[in-house]
Nanobody, 123 residues
């Protein structure tokens, strides 16, 4: 069983930055593909970024490329999402997700989820 806990959300003005963290329980973190998803009110949950178990491979949705950076520290069982140049359209609840195998962009590819952290970007 894997438990995930997000932190670092908050309210910022457009152009600002936030760093989200995801803490994972268990001894198997280094075997897990990890990802960030987000869900805005009235919209479906969407893939934001993913990182392979080793951290060598990353994947981003087009709308965040060049602004967001995903990373992980397997020694600390932590994953991060550095978000720069934030826009109002980035406003959403951000979720940490994990599963065995490869990074995929659909929510049903992940068995483990955190509770989410709210990110609000004002114009």
């Amino acid at each position: 069983q894997v438990q995930l806990v997000e932190s670092g959300g908050g309210s910022v003005q457009a152009g600002g930055s936030l760093r989200l963290s995801c803490a994972a329980s268990g001894r198997t973190f280094s075997s897990l593909a990890m990802a960030w998803f987000r869900q805005a009110p009235g919209k479906e949950r969407e893939f934001v970024a993913g990182i392979s178990s080793s951290g060598e491979s990353t994947l981003y949705t087009d709308s965040v490329k060049g602004r967001f950076t995903i990373s992980r520290d397997n020694a600390k069982n932590m994953m991060y999402l550095q978000m720069n140049s934030l826009k109002p359209e980035d406003t959403a609840v951000y979720y940490c997700a994990a599963d065995w195998g490869l990074v995929v962009v659909t929510p049903d590819g992940y068995d483990y989820w955190g509770q989410g952290t709210q990110v609000t970007v004002s114009s």
